[in-house]
């Protein structure tokens, strides 16, 4: 079975720019999480949505938002880029029955220059 | 709130031999799943086991399997017959029912399998 899909993987962007990162679960998977991994550090989390709707919110700038969409996947949307908003960014997903077990994707790596 | 600490940053281990790979966790919460994931150099996450904490018995995938102590809220993870491809970022990391299964993060230990 196909995993979590992320693109794009590789992201090279100026000072006050916006990006837009894609992510799209496994088959069946209703809850999507993003995370933000600096540097040599251990995953952050971001934010949730389940069936569409944002399940829980982390330590995610104002600058960034995010959404779901009918057919589950996510984007989350990033303005204002920082120098410190490079890091590699996760999107997992799991089901609401399976909830514990998240499923990441292979990370959009973002520069910020 | 929750928390996890992995008190070895780094660890050594000959091919072939077994190796355990630390974690302790921090929560109120009487559900949570205690998982490990490993980090490659190429940066994908890959997910190797679970453990409920419901389970009584420690969970095993393979070589990988979970020593799982509750009452001194430890999470160890033991390889077996290590691989030189099993070099790479380990994280153990928690989640809770309270805080929609998002997961918390340790420090990681990065393992180097030597030949």
């Known amino acids: 079975a196909a995993g979590v899909i992320q693109s794009p993987r590789h992201l090279i962007k100026e000072k006050r720019e916006t990006a837009t990162l894609k992510c799209y679960p496994i088959?069946?998977?209703?809850?999507v999480y993003w995370y933000q991994q600096g540097p040599g550090q251990d995953p952050q989390f971001l934010i949730s949505f389940y069936e569409k709707m944002q399940s829980d919110k982390g330590s995610i700038p104002d600058r960034f938002s995010a959404q779901q969409f009918s057919d589950y996947h996510s984007e989350l949307n990033m303005s204002s880029l920082e120098l410190g908003d490079s890091a590699l960014y996760f999107c997992?997903?799991?089901?609401?029955?399976?909830?514990?077990?998240?499923?990441f994707g292979p990370g959009t790596r973002l520069l910020v220059l | 709130a929750q928390k996890i600490t992995q008190t070895q940053p780094g660890m050594f281990v000959q091919e072939k031999e077994a190796v355990t790979l630390d974690c302790t966790y921090d929560t109120s919460d009487q559900s949570y799943g205690l998982f490990w994931y490993k980090q490659p150099s190429s940066g994908e996450m890959i997910f190797l086991i679970y453990?409920?904490?419901?389970?009584?018995q420690n969970a095993t995938e393979g070589r990988y399997s979970l020593n799982f102590q509750k009452a001194r809220k430890s999470a160890n993870l033991v390889i077996s017959a290590s691989q030189l491809g099993d070099s790479a970022m380990y994280f153990c990391?928690?989640?809770?029912?309270?805080?929609?299964?998002?997961?918390?993060f340790g420090k990681g230990t990065l393992l180097t399998v030597n030949p």
């Open positions: 990391a928690m989640s809770v029912l309270g805080s929609n299964y998002k997961l918390t």
């Open positions: 997992a997903s799991s089901t609401a029955s399976g909830r514990e077990t998240q499923y």
């Open positions: 088959s069946r998977h209703d809850t």
């Open positions: 453990q409920g904490s419901y389970d009584e």
